[in-house]
């Protein structure tokens, strides 16, 4: 079996935070922790790697938000972790603070999948134009993949 390392679905539609948290309550409170974690992102404003392991390091991992991981933000229209490795020349600073290697059902099955079926879902999933909050809360359901293979058997 081979195994995952990144998944296009994971930057799909403005990116997906699916896997960065539990229990999400619903859209309207993931968006607005995202949005209060963005806020206190921008004033901390890191620049160096240790000014984000600070900020990451400002509360324990699971001290979340609404259910939502305190990292997720949303810059320019998408959401992000701050931490992740291609923003730090391969650094990865989510080590130690979540499960770098975690993949959704949904990102495991689509691996395994031939291009045409990939790209099948991927245009089944943009032609829905959802915004970035009921896209992760979906996928985290894992209700994509079950619509989409109810009617692509
Ligand atoms: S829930 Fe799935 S698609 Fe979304 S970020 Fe996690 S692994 Fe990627
Ligand atoms: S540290 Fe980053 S990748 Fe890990 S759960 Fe939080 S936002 Fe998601």
């Not at 994971?10 to 963005?38: D, I, W, Y």
């Not at 939502?68 to 923003?87: E, F, M, T």
Request: glycine letters at 6%; aromatic letters at 8%.
């Amino acid at each position: 079996m081979s195994i995952i390392i990144s998944s296009p679905l994971c930057q799909l539609n403005g990116g997906c935070l699916g896997c960065c948290g539990h229990s999400f309550p619903s859209v309207k409170k993931v968006q607005q922790a995202v949005e209060q974690n963005t806020q206190e992102f921008l004033t901390a404003a890191p620049q160096t790697k240790k000014e984000f392991l600070q900020f990451r390091d400002r509360r324990r991992p699971m001290d979340l938000r609404h259910g939502v991981c305190r990292n997720a933000v949303s810059l320019h229209g998408c959401v992000l972790c701050p931490l992740h490795p291609a923003r730090h020349d391969g650094d990865d600073l989510r080590q130690g603070h979540c499960d770098v290697n975690y993949f959704c059902a949904t990102a495991k099955k689509f691996a395994r999948w031939t291009k045409e079926r990939q790209d099948a879902f991927m245009r089944f999933i943009t032609d829905k134009k959802l915004d970035v909050f009921t896209y992760s809360l979906l996928m985290d359901k894992g209700k994509l993949l079950r619509e989409f293979e109810k009617n692509n058997l």
